[in-house]
Nanobody
């Protein structure tokens, strides 16, 4: 059973940067892809960026293209999200998630709060 834990959230001014990390443990050989998602207050959860765990193919939401970079360190079973420059509308709880081949995202971390002040 894969377990995920996020870290790196916090409070930052607009234009600043943060780097989120997601550490995976337990059954990581079953991971096909991982992703970052976020939920802002009063809004539905949305996909931010995803990455294929073996090949490294990435995808981004239009709202973060050119500002956020998703990456991974397979040796450390860790995924990252570099966010720069941040905007107030990026304020949300950020979650990492993992999925197996042919499945939807079914394993989630507890989330980490990102707050961007104007």
């Amino acid at each position: 059973q894969v377990q995920l834990v996020e870290s790196g959230g916090g409070l930052v001014q607009a234009g600043g940067s943060l780097r989120l990390s997601c550490a995976a443990s337990g059954g990581t050989s079953s991971i096909y892809a991982m992703g970052w998602f976020r939920r802002a207050p009063g809004q539905e959860r949305e996909s931010v960026a995803t990455i294929n765990w073996s090949g490294g193919t990435t995808s981004y939401a239009d709202s973060v293209k050119g500002r956020f970079t998703i990456s991974k360190d397979n040796a450390k079973n860790t995924m990252f999200l570099q966010m720069n420059p941040l905007k107030p509308e990026d304020t949300a709880v950020y979650y990492c998630a993992a999925r197996r081949f042919g499945k939807s995202y079914e394993t989630w971390g507890p989330g980490t709060q990102v707050t961007v002040s104007s």
